[in-house]
C-alpha cells in the first residue's frame, strides 16, 4: 500500500526524539556558522559552543536575527561557507533599502527540495500529478523552489511562470494540469479567465491548489476551492529560510505542520520577546537546523501566528501554524509583494505640491487587493492639469518603488483622519485582517 | 491689467464637500455670482465669482478648504443671439487659446469669464477686437 508519508521516520517521530534530533542538528548547525563572520563573534561572546548544545531549549541562548541584519551585511556577510560552496542565491521581494540575499549551497537546495516534496506529498500530491506553476522564475523563491520540488516529488512540471493567463489556461486544457501553485488572489483571476473563455474552472483537471505567499482568510480559501471544484491548502515559506517548503497544511486543512526537524519554532511575545503560553498568540521566530551557506538562528519572521495545540489526526507530529494574523511591524503585503508605509513616505515628500499627511488604505476590490494612496496637497491651484499631471507622476514613482500600482488621489487639508494627534498611516480593511 | 479675480477651491470627491463651502458663503452673506466646476472622479476644482472674491477666499481658507485667488479676463456682451460666438471667433483669430469658459448673466449683459494661455495676449486682441473688458462690478 502506498504510505501517507513522504518520510514516515520523521513526519510521524515521537516528540521527545524530534527534539532529540533538533539539538542534534543545532549543534551541527553552530558548528557550520562558526564560519560566518557576523555569528563567530557573537557566540564567542555568549559562550555558545556545539559542545554547550545540550537540549533544544538551549536555543533561548541564542542571539536574534532580523532583517535588518540581512540588509546591514549585505550580500554575503553572513555566509557561513566559502562562496565556491555556495551555488546559487535568492533575493527577497521587499525594496526597501539593500534586497536581502539568502545563499544555498549544494546540499541546502537538495534539503529544500526535499522539504517541499514532502509538503507536496503531505497534501496528496504524487508523481502522476502534472504540476503548473504560476510563480516568477528569477530571485523569487516560489518559482525554482517549487520547481525542484515538484521534480524530486517526480511530478511532470510545467514551469509556465507569472503573468499570462490566457496562456495558463491553455496550458491547463492542453496538459491536462492536475494541480496549481498561485497566490490566492491569482487562484480567482486565473478562474476569471477560464470563464472568459466559456469554460467553468470546475471542469477542468485541476484538483489541487497550493497557495501562499499573501495573507488569506478561510473564507477566500473556501472560495477559491467553490469556484475551482479543487482542494487548496494554505503553503508557508519564506526565503530567509529557504523559500517554499517550511510549513504546509496536511488534508486535515487546520493548520500547517512546520517541519521541525528543519526549524526550531518559537512564538514569542514580540515586546518582551519572552515565550507566549502554547495556542496563544505572538511572533514566529525560526532557527534553521539544516542549512549550511546561510544558517539562520532565531530569525524574527515578524510575522503573528499561534501554534495549534493538541495532535492532529494525520498522525504527523510536527506542530501546527494557524493561519497568520498580520506582522509585528509595519509591512504590507499585497498581492505577495512586501511593502512598508516609509517606502511610499519617502517617494510622496518628493513631491512639494505635497503636505506631510497621507493615508494608505488596503481593501479588497473583487478578487485583487488595492491600495489606494490619500495623499494631501499643499495649497490650491487654478490649474487643472497640473493637478492631473500630478496624480500621474506620483502613481508612476511609487510603482517603481513599490512594483504595484496604487490608485492616488490628491486631498485637501484635515481629511486624512487624526487619531490622537498622530496620523493613522494604514488602514487594511482586508477582511483577514 | 484688465482681469477680475476668480477663487478656486480644491475638491476631493467626498460627500458634503460642496455643501459646505456654499453654506459657509452664504452664512456670511457673500452672492456667488458664478460658478464651474471641473471634475476627474477623483478630484475637482471649483471656480467661483462673488460678490466679496477677498473675503470669500479668506473665509473659506480658514474653514481648512484649499482656496487660490487668481486673474481670468471677464468680457461683457450684449445677450443677443451670436454675440458669445462672435466675441469668441474675434478671440481665436487673434490667436488666444482659451483653457477654460464659462458665463453669466449680470446687469442685463452676458459676462463671458474666461482663462486664456496668455492673459497679455488675449487682454491685447480683445482690446483691438473692441470688445469690453470688465475689472469688476460695485
Known amino acids: ?433 | 491689467m484688465k482681469t477680475i479675480k476668480q477663487i478656486s477651491i480644491f475638491l476631493e470627491n467626498q460627500q458634503g464637500k460642496l455643501g459646505d463651502i456654499l453654506t459657509a458663503l452664504k452664512n456670511d452673506n457673500i452672492e456667488i455670482q458664478a460658478a464651474s466646476v471641473a471634475d476627474t472622479t477623483e478630484f475637482g476644482i471649483l471656480r467661483l465669482i462673488t460678490s466679496d472674491q477677498t473675503k470669500a477666499a479668506g473665509l473659506l481658507s480658514a474653514k481648512g478648504h484649499l482656496v487660490s485667488l487668481n486673474e481670468v479676463m471677464a468680457i461683457q456682451v450684449d445677450p443677443t443671439t451670436g454675440a458669445f460666438a462672435d466675441a469668441v471667433d474675434a478671440l481665436t483669430a487673434g490667436g488666444v487659446s482659451i483653457s477654460y469658459l464659462y458665463t453669466f448673466h449680470k446687469d442685463g449683459k452676458l459676462v463671458l469669464i474666461i482663462r486664456p494661455a496668455s492673459l497679455e495676449k488675449a487682454e491685447e486682441v480683445a482690446a483691438e477686437s473692441g470688445l469690453t473688458l470688465v475689472q469688476g462690478w460695485e
Open chain 1, 1 to 433: 500500500m502506498e504510505s501517507k508519508f513522504w518520510n514516515e521516520e520523521i513526519e510521524t517521530m515521537p516528540r521527545k526524539q524530534l527534539e532529540q534530533l533538533q539539538a542534534e542538528r543545532l549543534r551541527k548547525t553552530v558548528e557550520i556558522a562558526m564560519g560566518s563572520k557576523f555569528y563567530a563573534p557573537k557566540f564567542k561572546e555568549l559562550g555558545i559552543t556545539p559542545e554547550s548544545i545540550k537540549s533544544v531549549e538551549d536555543i533561548k541562548r541564542f542571539p536574534f536575527t532580523t532583517k535588518n541584519d540581512l540588509r546591514a551585511t549585505y550580500p554575503f556577510g553572513i555566509a557561513s561557507v566559502g562562496l565556491d560552496k555556495v551555488v546559487r542565491l535568492h533575493s527577497s521581494s521587499g525594496t526597501t533599502g539593500n534586497p536581502t540575499v539568502i545563499l544555498h549551497t549544494k546540499k541546502d537546495l537538495d534539503e529544500w527540495a526535499d522539504a517541499m516534496a514532502r509538503s507536496m506529498y503531505c497534501i496528496g500530491l504524487r508523481s502522476t500529478d502534472i504540476i503548473q506553476n504560476t510563480s516568477g522564475y528569477g530571485m523569487f523563491t516560489g518559482g525554482l523552489g517549487i520547481q525542484y520540488a515538484a521534480e524530486r516529488l517526480g511530478a511532470l512540471t510545467v514551469p509556465a511562470g507569472a503573468g499570462n493567463s490566457k496562456r495558463h489556461v491553455k496550458f491547463i486544457t492542453d496538459f491536462g494540469t492536475t494541480a496549481l501553485h498561485c497566490i490566492p488572489s491569482y487562484a480567482t483571476r486565473l478562474a476569471a479567465a477560464f470563464e472568459e473563455e466559456g469554460i467553468n474552472p470546475r471542469d477542468t483537471t485541476v484538483k489541487t491548489l497550493i497557495i501562499g505567499a499573501e495573507p488569506h482568510s478561510e473564507a477566500q480559501r473556501r472560495r477559491i476551492e467553490e469556484i475551482w471544484g479543487a482542494k487548496a491548502y494554505n503553503n508557508f515559506g519564506m526565503s530567509e529560510m529557504c523559500g517554499p517548503g517550511v510549513a504546509i497544511e496536511c488534508q486535515e486543512q487546520n493548520g500547517m505542520h512546520i517541519w521541525e526537524d528543519n526549524y526550531i519554532v518559537e512564538i514569542l511575545d514580540p515586546e518582551t520577546l519572552e515565550p507566549v503560553p502554547e495556542g496563544e498568540l505572538g511572533e514566529l521566530v525560526l532557527t534553521t537546523l539544516n542549512r549550511e551557506a546561510m544558517p539562520l538562528f532565531r530569525y524574527r519572521t515578524r510575522d503573528l501566528t499561534r501554534i495549534i495545540p493538541g495532535d492532529c489526526p494525520c498522525g504527523r507530529t510536527h506542530r501546527r501554524l494557524d493561519r497568520f494574523q498580520g506582522r509585528s511591524d509595519d509591512m504590507m503585503i499585497i498581492k505577495g509583494v512586501n511593502t512598508y508605509p516609509i517606502q511610499i513616505e519617502k517617494i510622496l515628500m518628493q513631491f512639494p505640491e505635497l503636505a506631510s499627511d497621507y493615508l494608505i488604505t488596503i481593501e479588497t476590490i473583487g478578487d485583487n487587493d488595492e491600495m489606494t494612496i490619500e495623499a494631501e496637497l499643499k495649497q490650491a491651484t487654478d490649474d487643472f492639469a497640473m493637478l492631473q499631471n500630478l496624480t500621474r507622476e506620483i502613481t508612476r514613482r511609487l510603482k517603481d518603488e513599490i512594483l504595484l500600482t496604487p490608485k492616488v488621489k490628491l486631498v485637501g487639508k484635515g481629511v486624512i483622519p487624526q487619531s490622537d494627534g498622530k496620523a493613522k498611516r494604514v488602514v487594511d480593511l482586508r477582511q483577514n485582517h
